[in-house]
């Protein structure tokens, strides 16, 4: 739940620097909403088909962290008994990059359209990636649909408008962006370039922040006729001052201290993925890959499972095909400590997955 007792959603456009053996600043910057000292995080890639290697990245991501972990994965089946009870009882949740509009669609079925909305209004802080940013607006742009970049209007609506990522990194999104409000195929909105945020409070934006001192958001909305009007916005740079500054743009767009930005910088990673490759949280990206990004290249169903067995209490444990619906509640996996010599992802070779 968030500290301040109100609602919140932080939307990111991708490409989330991950520095080698911290945490993503945008994932510590939602969890410092909860002022909890050991919040309660769980992790949804539905987007990415439940992908088991970005499962395990992402604990991975968080062995030593104060946080305790849990994950929530829909196929081929839900891995706990009672996913509302899972959801509800966390302090944050983090949707990750893929497919939105599979996404949104295995969420309907299961219910989760329904529950994240409770977890909403319950004040436990939302936040994605790309696809787990749009998913949040009434709709936005997705390479869901194939390899050309379309509209997507199937969100759940918490918030009003659309939402665009990856306003920087691909050519097409832009120009697709203010078609489509242009046309009123989509409402106006927030565009994100990789690295960039839009935070929520309750129904209103906020405040706009960044991981590295280059990432923008813009206000993009409909004007007269079938025009489209491109605001620049302030931007907060999450991380060092000094960076920032160094960093900064030599003109264009306001800046807000350290938010200061421009072009150039190094697109960061997904939870278990180095700088310099591109992340699962990316989403829309590439062509066969879906509003997401990298994921590393070993580990499969049995690997997640064994690792969550380390990690979770005694009394939790993921459903296997053999489990009925009735029993204990859901899995809450506690990171305690560092993973064991050998298991860190971070050696391990990549390979690029979109969302």
């Known amino acids: 739940m968030a500290a301040d007792g109100r609602r919140h959603i932080i939307a990111i456009g991708g490409g989330m620097l991950v520095p080698d053996g911290t945490v993503p600043l945008h994932l510590e910057d939602a969890l410092r909403l909860t002022g909890q000292r050991r919040p309660r995080l769980c992790a949804l890639n539905t987007a990415g088909g439940d992908d088991p290697r970005w499962t395990l990245a992402m ?27 899972l959801l509800l009882s966390q302090d944050a949740i983090f949707v990750g990059g893929g497919s939105v509009a599979n996404m949104l669609a295995v969420w309907r079925v299961h219910g989760l359209d329904v529950i994240l909305r409770k977890a909403w209004q ?20 997705t390479d869901s649909f194939g390899r050309e970049l379309r509209a997507f209007t199937g969100g759940l609506g918490l918030l009003p ?8 990194s691909e050519a097409g999104r832009r120009s697709l962006y203010h078609r489509l409000i242009g046309d009123g195929t989509l409402p106006g909105g927030i565009a994100c370039d990789d690295g960039a945020a839009a935070h929520f409070t309750d129904d209103t934006l906020t405040e706009l922040i960044a991981d590295r001192p280059t990432a923008r958001a813009y206000r993009v ?17 999450l991380g060092d001052p000094a960076l920032a500054l160094a960093g900064a743009p030599a ?13 150039g910088a190094q697109r960061e990673q997904p939870p278990g993925v180095h700088a310099g490759h591109v ?8 062509p066969g890959h879906h509003d997401g990004g990298d994921l590393p290249v ?40 560092p993973a064991e010599p050998g298991a860190s992802l971070a050696s391990r070779p990549r390979r690029s997955q979109a969302a």
């Open 298 to 337: 070993v580990a499969d169903h049995e690997v997640v499972q064994e690792r969550s067995e380390r990690l979770q209490g005694p009394h939790h444990r993921p459903v296997t095909s053999s489990d009925s619906v009735a029993g204990p509640g859901a899995v809450a996996v506690a990171v305690a400590g």
């Open 122 to 141: 319950a004040g436990i802080v939302l936040t994605g990636s790309s696809a787990g940013g749009i998913c949040w607006f009434e709709g936005g742009t």
């Open 59 to 85: 604990y991975d991501r968080f062995a030593g962290h104060p946080a305790r972990v849990s994950h929530l994965a829909l196929f081929p089946m839900p891995n706990v008994r009672d996913p509302e009870d």
């Open 251 to 263: 003109g264009g767009g306001a800046v807000q201290g350290p938010g200061q930005r421009g072009k």
């Open 221 to 237: 909305s409909r004007s007269a006729g079938r025009g489209v009007t491109e605001t620049p916005l302030d931007t907060r740079y």
């Open 279 to 286: 992340d699962q949280q990316g989403g829309d990206r590439q």
């Open 161 to 168: 408008g659309s939402y665009c990522p990856h306003y920087d």
